[in-house]
């Protein structure tokens, strides 16, 4: 129905608000805006999917992945905190999907449950809305804008041209990029994984080929999760520079809701230590505060949370050499406590590891080549001890994480944002560079009026801006503005 109507719609067409992108970030700033705009707006969201809501994360198809948080932190409408849970009981998923429980009695949803609720939002809200704003569903993908004082135009890989007051960037991440060693004729191997979600092929492996992994994170949780699915029987390796997998889940959940964690002012982190501006500081009052929520007899969970809670406060004043500092010594030492593994995933990669069907280490990569029979061939040098060795794998898959860089991502759109200067890339690498009300910075160093990003493209300036609980609350930060630029407020 989505695509008939743009079917209809004449080459180039006027809206108050173009999206670019449909995934979770698009997805819920369109439901917010048919929500809490003072006038009926037209808003249209392009993206290449079918369905919006589910973007990358959500489309998984597969049963076993499953949200690396509780079922409450997965919030769109803070006015509507318990939306997700209620939806998950009326579809009778708390009592069918049994294996979502935890021991701590939090729910771990399927990822792609989440995806269905994000659609079935996004069109209940394109059906009927409080404001009598007009959702579209542009069924295209953007290939490049341009933007003036006061409106964007868009131009589709149709070739129509499109043009909105404002314009918001939200295609995230780009698949993992393929690591230097592995270009070439390597990657070219039918044992090379490039694309660590194709389920189909993962699915088609032969059962006791023995397997490598790349990356530690949660990207390859999943993947292990999935082999293990299939009954995969061969041994697994799974290699990253630290050999640090994601940490556990807090075994004693908050009685604060994770609204009313972001809602607090000053953040507990900094009401206690002040607002810090280095990292060496900032870690040293966390280590303090482990300590001493241990000798009550908690765990670090907590602590860390505090921490989490006020980065987006403490990143924007770091100074840009501790923003580089922090991305090259802590980024996954952060990364593996803050983004946490679903109890039940964990399950899976322990049973794994005991069976010793999985080795986890920390190695470099230093050459692989073509072997036998579509294999791959690694050398691997140890990061403890100097050691060298090679090994031979039926499959090699690709979990290095999204690849953050907008320059270089192979989007057309955020490519040629950057190249034309409209947007300029982070100087950290990740992500475009954007104000506190994530307005593009370009070239000139000016915020552009018509241009806004959000979600994970902002992490270079904001950090915490990742999950769905951050874009969340990224997207209730900036509304005000927005609707007072549209004159909806
Ligand atoms: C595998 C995975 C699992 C995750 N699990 C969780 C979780 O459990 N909990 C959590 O809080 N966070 C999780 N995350 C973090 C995740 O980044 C956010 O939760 C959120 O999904 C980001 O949504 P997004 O819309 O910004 O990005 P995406 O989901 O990547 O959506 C971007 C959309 O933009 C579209 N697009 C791209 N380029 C163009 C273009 N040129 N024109 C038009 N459209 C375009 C794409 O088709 C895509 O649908 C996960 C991330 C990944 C990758």
Redesign the pocket.
């Known amino acids: 129905m989505a695509a008939e109507r743009f079917i209809k719609m004449p080459f180039s067409h006027a809206f108050d608000v173009l999206i ?9 700033l369109a439901v917010r805006l048919s929500r809490e705009a003072r006038r009926a707006l037209s808003v249209g969201v ?4 079918d369905e ?1 809501g ?7 198809v597969h049963p076993d ?5 509780p079922d409450a ?2 919030i769109v409408m803070p006015d509507r905190p318990n939306d997700f849970h209620d939806w998950l009981q009326r579809e009778g998923i708390l009592e069918a999907d049994f294996k979502g429980w935890a021991g701590s009695g939090v729910f771990f949803a399927r ?1 792609a449950d ?1 995806g269905r609720y994000m659609a079935e939002l996004f069109q209940g809200h394109q059906a009927v809305n409080g404001t009598g704003t007009d959702l579209i569903h542009i069924h ?4 490049s804008l341009v933007t003036g004082h006061d409106f964007s135009m868009v131009t ?2 149709k070739g129509q041209q499109l043009t909105a007051r404002l314009a918001v960037l ?5 698949m993992p990029a393929v690591p230097k060693t592995f270009q070439g004729d390597v990657r070219l191997q039918s044992g090379f994984f490039p694309n660590p ?1 194709d389920l189909d092929r993962l699915a088609a492996l032969v059962p006791d080929a023995p397997i490598l992994v790349l990356g530690t994170g ?2 390859a949780a ?1 993947v292990i999760t999935a082999l293990a699915f299939h009954g995969h029987t061969g041994p697994i390796d799974a290699v990253s520079r630290t050999g640090l997998l994601p940490m556990d889940q807090n075994p004693m959940p908050d009685k604060e809701t994770m609204w009313e964690r972001f809602l607090q002012k000053p953040p507990r982190f900094i009401k206690k230590h002040g607002a810090l501006t280095n990292v060496a500081d900032i870690l040293r009052c966390l280590r303090r505060d482990i300590v001493d929520r241990a000798a009550e007899g908690k765990t670090w969970h907590g602590a860390f949370d505090d921490l989490r809670d006020a980065v987006r406060t403490l990143w924007t004043d770091l100074p840009l050499a501790e923003q580089q500092r922090f991305r090259r010594h802590l980024k996954s030492w952060y990364e593996t406590r803050r ?1 946490r593994i ?1 109890p039940q995933v964990q399950a899976v990669l322990d049973d794994y590891q005991k069976a010793g069907r999985l080795t986890i280490s920390a190695a470099r990569i230093t050459s692989a080549r073509r072997s036998e029979g579509g294999g791959v061939a690694v050398t691997f040098r140890s990061r403890a001890q100097d050691v060298t060795w090679e090994k031979n794998y039926g499959a090699v898959i690709n979990c290095t994480g ?1 690849n953050t860089s907008p320059d270089d991502s192979g ?4 490519e040629q944002l950057a190249f034309t200067g409209a947007a300029i890339p982070h100087p950290t690498g990740h992500g475009f560079l954007v104000d506190r009300e994530c307005r593009a910075i370009s070239a000139s160093g000016e915020p552009q009026a018509a241009l806004r990003i ?4 902002t992490r270079g300036t904001f950090m915490e801006s ?6 969340s609350y990224q997207i209730h930060k900036i509304m005000p503005d927005v609707l007072a630029a549209l004159n909806a407020s």
């Open positions: 670019i992108g449909g995934g979770y970030s698009g997805a819920a392009i993206e290449p999917r919006v589910k973007g990358v994360a959500y489309s998984a992945y499953r949200l690396n948080g932190v997965h990822r989440f295209a993908r953007a290939m589709l890989d939200a295609t995230s991440n780009e979600w949660l990207t999943d983004f679903a999204l989007n057309p759109i955020m959000i979600g994970p493209l990742g999950s769905v609980p951050a874009i």
